[in-house]
């Protein structure tokens, strides 16, 4: 399974892709929001740093608009996959700039019958949104199994990016039903490390050891 990190914070990306974590990176409008930078700048920042694909998210409406954007994104380095939402205009865009032979990633994906469009359309990744759906009370991780069943029916190769994490469970979930890529904000990828058992046998570890009065250098 791929890990991307969903964030725009350049030191929170460097502090894991220095643990060769990183596969990817996903941005979106509201994560260069939060940056407070100009979307060209990070952009190239994150690309410099990463090797693999950095999604940056077209804004415009029409088609046309959406390519042309795409288009300027792309420019910024090899590795931009650029990001179209999951509407008609969204799909025509993903069309063209597939053809062109750029990596595009829909998303805002709600359903498995958004999801066979957009790998109609030759999309690289699909984002379906899991928490989004989860807060709406509905069952998010069930949009990752039908997408990922409809997917190997007919041997699609758009690859599920499991987005809008907001668990270490949805990872974990996310893995077992075979999504090939998860999106999730650095925090939750660093909390995957946490058990309470880890800490306490290391506590008892470290306390007997001192009783032995040893050190090993
Ligand atoms: C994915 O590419 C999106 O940027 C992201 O996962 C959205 O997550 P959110 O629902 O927590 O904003």
Not at 127 to 146: A, C, K, N, T
Not at 204 to 213: I, L, P, S, V
């Amino acid at each position: 399974m791929k890990f991307f990190v969903d964030t725009a914070d350049i030191a929170a990306i460097k502090e894991l892709n220095d643990l060769g974590m990183v596969d990817g990176v996903t941005t979106n409008p509201s994560l260069i929001l939060k940056s407070g930078r100009a979307i060209a700048e990070v952009t190239a920042e994150i690309c410099a740093l990463v090797e693999g694909p950095v999604s940056a998210e077209v804004v415009a409406e029409k088609a046309e608009d959406m390519i042309a954007e795409g288009r300027h994104l792309a420019k910024i380095a090899d590795n931009v996959c650029v990001k179209v939402p999951l509407t008609w205009d969204g799909l025509k865009a993903c069309r063209v700039l597939t053809d062109e032979g750029r990596k595009v990633n829909v998303t805002l994906c709600f359903s498995s019958a958004q999801a066979l469009l957009a790998a109609k359309a030759g999309a690289t990744f699909i984002s379906p949104f899991i928490g989004r759906l989860d807060d709406i009370h509905l069952e998010g991780m069930d949009l990752i199994s039908d997408i990922r069943e409809i997917y190997d029916n007919y041997g699609f190769e758009t690859e599920i990016l499991a987005a809008s994490i907001r668990t270490v469970n949805h990872i974990v979930d996310a893995a077992r039903i075979g999504a090939d890529v998860i999106t999730a904000p650095p925090s939750i990828i660093k909390s995957m490390i946490t058990h309470p058992l880890t800490d306490k046998g290391l506590a008892q570890f470290d306390a007997d050891w001192k009783q032995t009065g040893q050190k090993i250098l």
